[in-house]
């Protein structure tokens, strides 16, 4: 278990709101994932980070910011949610100072629903 | 996209048989990793092997790697019903931070 924590769970909110996920890890890595899955798509990367205020963008970015103030929490904002947004939202964490070549632990996953 | 592409998208078989996945990818990588996915769950990884290593075994798990021909196999022998997941590679490319780009999986039905 790599103390990966997703809040919250589930979600259902409506088209136009703002949505803030939140991964929360226990043991202090330096590089935190976030992708979302859909059927037909597998997993597509939309921000990752690599340090405190260090992130950068992924595959499917457009519509999401990411903010790390500290090293054990990683937040994901849909800033104007769209029904295209709909989706599970996975965290993950990769141990190691650079990432390569190292497995990435997963949480849980968030289900969002935007109706 | 440079995503990775597994086939069969679908296998079903009985407990005891060994299962075969493969992994086709488009570009070099660093290392190719598999993951499993329970239902309603999130990913739990499987193997990591190295774009110069060849074979790995973990458990009833063999992974090989063939960089030539850009594709990967995941053998699982002697399968269990506790093995039904869907199954996913994900490649990680030259310069990309450990950044991982997945397939679409193959969904594994082990019926006892």
């Known amino acids: 278990d790599a103390g990966i924590t997703q809040s919250p769970r589930h979600k259902v909110t409506e088209t136009g709101t703002p949505v803030t996920l939140r991964c929360h890890q226990t043991e202090n890595h330096r590089y935190m994932y976030w992708y979302r899955q859909d059927p037909g798509h597998g997993l597509r990367l939309i921000h990752y980070?690599?340090?405190?205020?260090?992130?950068d963008k992924g595959e499917v970015s457009d519509g999401y910011s990411v903010s790390r103030s500290k090293t054990e929490d990683f937040l994901l904002t849909l800033e104007s949610a769209t029904s295209s947004q709909t989706s599970v939202y996975f965290c993950?964490?990769?141990?190691?100072?650079?990432?390569?070549?190292?497995?990435?632990?997963f949480g849980d996953g968030t289900r969002l629903s935007i109706l | 996209s440079q995503q990775g592409e597994e086939d069969p998208q679908a296998l079903s078989i009985q407990e005891g048989e060994n299962a075969t996945m493969n992994c086709s990818y488009k570009?070099?990588?660093?290392?190719l990793q598999w993951y499993r996915q329970n239902s309603g769950r999130g990913l739990v990884h499987l193997i990591l092997i190295r774009s110069n290593e060849r074979e790995k075994h973990s458990g009833r798990l063999r992974v090989t790697l063939d960089t030539s021909k850009k594709s990967s196999s995941l053998l699982i022998t002697a399968s269990r019903a506790a093995d039904t997941a869907s199954y996913f590679c994900?490649?990680?490319?030259?310069?990309?931070?450990?950044?991982?780009?997945f397939g679409k999986g193959t969904k594994l039905s082990v019926k006892p």
């Open positions: 980070s690599y340090g405190v205020k260090d992130t």
């Open positions: 993950a964490i990769s141990v190691g100072l650079t990432g390569v070549n190292q497995p990435q632990h």
């Open positions: 994900a490649t990680n490319y030259g310069g990309s931070q450990g950044n991982l780009i």
């Open positions: 570009t070099s990588i660093n290392n």
